[in-house]
């Protein structure tokens, strides 16, 4: 099959050219988007990552170029209209789950970092500073740990910080019947917020969960409490997080994934002005901490993307069930 694959790294070069099963793959280092989409002429499928688009009106160049498949090299869908793709008769394919511990570890980082201040402490003594002030942390030892969404990641999440001797809270409109039994108290969203001393997300982006965290949930957070998002950025409305940074109801923020991160994520604006002002005051907090959406980000992952999207190619093109395939 001849492949466009948009928004590529040399780490994705590397991992698709060493799994690749055959096809022929063109590398473009451009997101698929309106602008990009005619680039798609002559080719039978796309490759797309976490921030290229696939609306209707891009859907429809796609269709009259040929395209005959959707590759998604990640778990999460929310940036594909699935259904219209579905009735353009364009089947659309995803990772379902390549690593939920390189997602849930991360999250762990974030917490770890944010609370004990490694980050700090690191710059401090390149500096010859080895002073102690303001450095001080939690013990996360039985604490209240909210863990919203509970798949293959939250799952995962679950484990970990049950090493850790937590009391683990969870929120899932489907529960899982053996974290239930392992100990983990499902409860509404409600019961699962208050008194949470973290909070981390691990639901995916969908209508419903769209601002999930927002002004009024904020309000149910425990005062000076951590919230943690790995999954995606549209779960939480920045704007009133940074009102709840600002007033101390939010104690603590680690985000690896961003609202407006399609624009800024994955390159490098180290000389340029950033014209995102939310991100800007965010990262002006001195309990914020970012990281551009690197969860996935491992080895054992990026081989794991790379097999998957194979075989995901290989079935459609011998006219096999598409497991992955997502809708
Ligand atoms: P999953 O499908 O295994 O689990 C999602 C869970 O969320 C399910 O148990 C589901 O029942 C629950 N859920 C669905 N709607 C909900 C709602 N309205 N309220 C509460 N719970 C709800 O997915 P996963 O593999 O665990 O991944 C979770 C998310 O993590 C993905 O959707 C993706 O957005 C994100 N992700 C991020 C990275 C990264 O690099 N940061 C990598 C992979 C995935």
Do not use: W
């Amino acid at each position: 099959m001849k492949i466009a694959t948009f928004s590529t790294h040399q780490y994705d070069e590397q991992y698709l050219n060493q799994f690749n099963t055959g096809h022929e793959i063109t590398f473009l280092e451009v997101p698929l988007n309106e602008q990009t989409v005619a680039l798609t002429a002559g080719f039978d499928a796309v490759c797309i990552f976490v921030n290229d688009l696939i609306n209707v009106a891009i859907l429809k160049v796609l269709k009259t170029n040929g395209i005959k498949l959707i590759v998604l090299r990640c778990a999460g869908f929310n940036n594909v209209d699935v259904s219209t793709a579905n009735e353009y008769g364009i089947p659309v394919v995803r990772v379902p789950a390549y690593s939920p511990e390189a997602v849930a570890e991360h999250a762990m980082a974030l917490i770890l970092t944010l609370n004990r201040k490694t980050h700090k402490a690191y710059n401090r003594i390149r500096e010859g500073n080895f002073s102690l002030e303001k450095l001080m942390g939690f013990n996360l030892h039985e604490r209240k740990i909210a863990v919203i969404g509970t798949g293959s990641i939250g799952k995962a999440f679950c484990k970990i910080i049950r090493g850790f001797g937590c009391e683990i809270a969870a929120y899932d409109i489907f529960p899982d019947a053996a974290l239930k039994e392992s100990g983990v108290v499902y409860g509404t969203l409600e019961e699962t917020l208050k008194d949470a001393d973290v909070v981390s997300l691990h639901c995916p982006l969908n209508e419903e969960t769209h601002h999930l965290i927002n002004e009024n949930t904020l309000k149910l957070f425990k005062q000076g409490a951590m919230l943690i998002n790995t999954s995606r950025g549209g779960l939480v409305k920045t704007i009133d997080v940074i009102e709840a940074l600002k007033s101390g109801q939010l104690g603590y923020l680690g985000l690896d994934v961003y609202e407006q991160e399609a624009t800024l994520f994955f390159r490098d604006f180290s000389e340029d002005v950033i014209q995102d002002d939310l991100i800007a005051r965010l990262i002006s907090f001195p309990n914020v901490l970012i990281t551009s959406h690197q969860g996935f980000f491992t080895k054992e992952a990026m081989e794991q993307i790379a097999v998957t999207t194979f075989e995901n190619i290989d079935a459609f093109v011998n006219g096999k069930e598409l497991v992955n395939r997502v809708g």
